[in-house]
């Protein structure tokens, strides 16, 4: 395709990144099953290594079928790069890798999924890096936490569990003042609702385990470069601006320019970290990808509607879904996320904890899994599972208290899924 930006998003959900295999023909994107590449002879071998030309050497650092699904999710965020990963924790890992060292810190939102908060709690200090957490709707206090040490701000669009909707636009306004880099986790909004990169962020962030791939058959990640940002205005990211010791003295930033960072993330990040995702996964993501839109919209159409007769039942106590207009960010939906606010909400059952686990138990189309963004509709009950960790301020501030549960609403029909909670409401709150 020559100039891509030019088609709409269900055009490129299909074709960005993909054009028919050179050696067969094949119409699908082959899966590249191979680990290694035959040079074609020993000059060729040396430019790749010396990044001087662009082509395959290993596949932990590069693989066709992993390529274009890189290709195909920067094209969707509006981003130069991306680097796929084997997972979306890789990916926030490996998204900090290029801008951190020993004694470093960033400021993450208080509302992030729960592993998120245990990896940058605990996991990150044995690397040196620290977290400071702050509640992102109060802008003079993410301001006060920055210091002079502090290398990436890092939020979710859509918060997970649900409910939240992060100011995209204010906190990068506050980023790009500090001269660092926002870091959005759009995992639960996916490209088609949010473009974190339109709103000012610099990199994105994806777990594509869960609405890209869609349908919960394989774990990945993805860190996407805005190729906005100028690492050589300051002194804070001496791996991009500097010679880079990890490869013979390289600089990034004079040498590829606004795809510095994504050349980063393979070169070093990749090749020495080994976070890889697999041609496999690629090949189920990419599947994915080809339908996102179709789905998301009916992921949020129902989501509208189950979350609209849950607020009216007597038997539940409160919903947070974003796109109800009881909710306090309904207003920021039409500014994030304009079409819509996504298929993840909390709502409280009365009854607290025991009805929460009695619910759970009673659902026979929603499944009780500790996953999000499939097909299939999904529910959890937070507390106890992925935010259990979690001590129980932090659970309140997530939105994870004890007496909520978490839901995925999935692509069934609806009138199935009103149905279902209403039969396990009953037997929750008899
Ligand atoms: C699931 C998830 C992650 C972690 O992704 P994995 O693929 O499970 O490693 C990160 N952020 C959000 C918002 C998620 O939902």
Redesign the pocket.
């Known amino acids: 395709m020559t100039n891509e930006t030019d088609y709409g998003f269900d055009t490129l959900q299909i074709h960005a990144g993909a054009r028919p295999d050179p050696a067969t023909g094949a119409r699908q994107t082959p899966i590249y099953q191979t680990t290694a590449y035959v040079f074609r002879d020993a000059d060729h071998a040396a430019a790749l290594f010396n990044l001087q030309e662009v082509g395959f050497i290993y596949s932990r650092l590069t693989n066709p079928t992993v390529a274009v699904l890189q290709e195909r999710i920067a094209t969707l965020e509006g981003g130069v790069g991306a680097v796929c990963c084997s997972?979306?924790?890789?990916?926030?890992i490996m998204a900090l890798f290029p801008l951190m060292g020993p004694g470093k810190n960033i400021i993450a939102s208080t509302r992030?999924?729960g592993?998120?908060v245990t990896q940058f709690s605990h996991t990150i200090k044995r690397f040196g890096w620290s977290c400071t957490f702050v509640d992102f709707d109060d802008l003079d206090a993410v301001k006060a936490a920055i210091n002079d040490d502090t290398r990436a701000i890092f939020g979710?669009a859509i918060?997970?569990p649900g409910g939240y909707i992060m100011d995209v636009r204010a906190i990068a306004d506050i980023a790009d003042e500090a001269g660092i880099p926002l870091i959005v986790?759009n995992?639960?909004a996916t490209p088609f609702l949010c473009r974190p990169i339109d709103l000012g962020a610099t990199l994105v962030?994806h777990?594509?385990?869960?609405y890209l791939t869609g349908n919960g058959t394989v774990?990945?990640?993805c860190v996407v470069d805005s190729g906005k940002f100028d690492w050589s205005a300051n002194d804070k990211f001496p791996s991009l601006s500097q010679p880079e010791p990890a490869y013979h003295g390289l600089k990034f930033h004079e040498t590829f320019g606004n795809l510095a960072y994504t050349f980063h993330g393979i070169a070093i990040g990749l090749r020495d970290l080994g976070m890889t995702m697999n041609p496999q996964a690629a090949h189920y993501t990419l599947m994915g990808t080809e339908t996102l839109s179709l789905r998301m919209e009916r992921h949020v159409e129902n989501a509208e509607k189950i979350a609209a007769w849950l607020e009216k039942d007597e038997r539940v106590d409160f919903v947070t879904y974003a796109g109800l207009k009881s909710s306090p960010y309904f207003e920021r939906v039409a500014k994030v996320c304009p079409r819509g606010a996504g298929g993840l909400f909390t709502f409280a059952v009365k009854g607290g904890y025991d009805a929460c686990v009695k619910l759970v138990n009673a659902l026979e189309i929603f499944s009780h899994v500790a996953?999000?963004?499939d097909t299939r509709s999904l529910i959890i009950h937070s507390a106890s599972t992925t935010h259990r960790q979690l001590s129980a301020e932090q659970q309140e501030a997530a939105g994870a208290g004890p007496g909520v549960v978490r839901v995925s609403i999935g692509t069934e029909d609806a009138d199935d899924l009103i149905a279902d909670l209403d039969q396990a409401l009953s037997k929750a709150t008899s």
């Open positions: 997972s979306g924790h890789a990916a926030q992030l999924y592993g998120t979710e918060a997970n986790d995992t639960t962030v777990s594509t385990t869960k774990t990945g990640g996953n999000l963004g």
